[in-house]
């Protein structure tokens, strides 16, 4: 266990539905990250947060996806009228500046 | 919980040998490289980390080479365990940890 949580575990959903999801960094850290994972692959980084600020965005995260830290603290992302091509497991990672991230559980969609 | 990497390389070895994990990094820029290790249905572990101002780094039973030239990233694991079985990511980033991207994954697969 590295510190970072992240809600739910897993999530099942139709569709073009919306979903969110939770992230918990280790109290701590000041940077938050999410990452996507796919079968068979390495994480794709979508975005990053430094205290409460995104600072970087990939291109990844179409207009769909928008994650918010409004304190510094937790995150979350939310993924709007969900596709298929969604399913993935999403990463939660959060450090100190100029250093290692640790990752969390993950949170496994599978859009029907 | 779910394989990560159902169609990613594989490296087997036999229980107590040495292992070596390689992975070809893209962007010479980068300055920062960590190892980690991804467990099914887990979010991935931090192993060991090198920066570019160095060519070798140990942990306990790990050790990380860099050689910058060729772009190449190694990981080598003593008397390789069980618990050793894993899929296993290189990342690289600029800026010492803003986007880091991940190679593709080798699966090290431990045997009796």
């Known amino acids: 266990d590295t510190g970072v949580s992240q809600d739910p575990r897993h999530k099942i959903t139709k569709r073009g539905q919306n979903v969110t999801f939770r992230c918990d960094p280790i109290?701590?850290?000041?940077?938050l990250y999410w990452y996507r994972q796919t079968l068979g692959q390495g994480p794709e980084f979508l975005t990053y947060?430094?205290?409460?600020?995104?600072?970087?965005k990939s291109r990844l995260l179409s207009d769909r996806f928008s994650a918010e830290r409004p304190k510094g603290s937790f995150s979350t992302l939310e993924i709007q009228r969900t596709e298929q091509g969604d399913s993935a497991m999403y990463l939660c990672?959060?450090?100190?500046?100029?250093?290692?991230?640790?990752f969390g559980p993950g949170t496994r969609l599978l859009v029907l | 919980g779910e394989s990560v990497g159902l169609h990613l390389p594989t490296l087997s070895v036999q229980e107590g040998d040495n292992s070596i994990i390689n992975c070809a990094y893209s962007n010479s820029a980068s300055d920062y490289f960590i190892w980690y290790k991804q467990e099914s249905g887990k979010g991935p572990q931090f192993i060991i980390d090198i920066r570019s101002n160095m060519d070798k780094r140990q942990g306990q039973r790990v050790t990380v080479l860099l050689n910058k030239t060729v772009k190449h990233l190694s990981l080598q694991i003593a008397a390789t365990q069980p618990g050793d079985s894993a899929v296993y990511f290189c990342a690289e980033t600029l800026n010492y940890g803003q986007n880091f991207v991940f190679g593709p994954g080798t699966r090290l697969s431990v045997l009796p």
């Open positions: 109290s701590e850290h000041n940077r």
């Open positions: 947060f430094q205290n409460e600020a995104q600072l970087e």
């Open positions: 990672a959060s450090s100190f500046v100029l250093e290692t991230q640790y």
